[in-house]
């Protein structure tokens, strides 16, 4: 079976309240047999003009990504989210040839 990824790219536009989510779903994550891969508004655009964060969580299953996603582990993370952020979540199966 195929690993799955959360991908997340989004503008912080409540930076006050804004908790970046490697210290707000860690203990989440690792239930989901997820792990972050990139988690940084640091990245190096070379085309085009994504948004300020970009966030890549890799699970063991792509089944795996979306019940951590629809969990009741994440609803905190997703709110604040909500609130502090705009941009977009996918959620993609690794690729295989």
Do not use: C, H
């Not at 970009?54 to 299953?61: G, R």
């Not at 629809?70 to 996918?90: A, H, I, M, R």
């Amino acid at each position: 079976m195929s690993k799955g990824y959360i991908i997340e790219n989004y503008k912080v536009i409540n930076k006050q309240d804004y908790v970046p989510p490697v210290r707000a779903i860690n203990e989440a994550l690792e239930k989901f047999n997820g792990k972050f891969m990139v988690a940084t508004p640091k990245s190096e655009i070379l085309k085009g003009v994504p948004l300020e964060v970009i966030v890549v969580m890799e699970f063991d299953t792509k089944d795996n990504a979306k019940a951590f996603y629809q969990s009741e582990d994440y609803k905190e993370y997703k709110n604040l989210y909500d609130k502090t952020t705009y941009g977009w979540v996918s959620l993609s199966p690794e690729y295989i040839q």
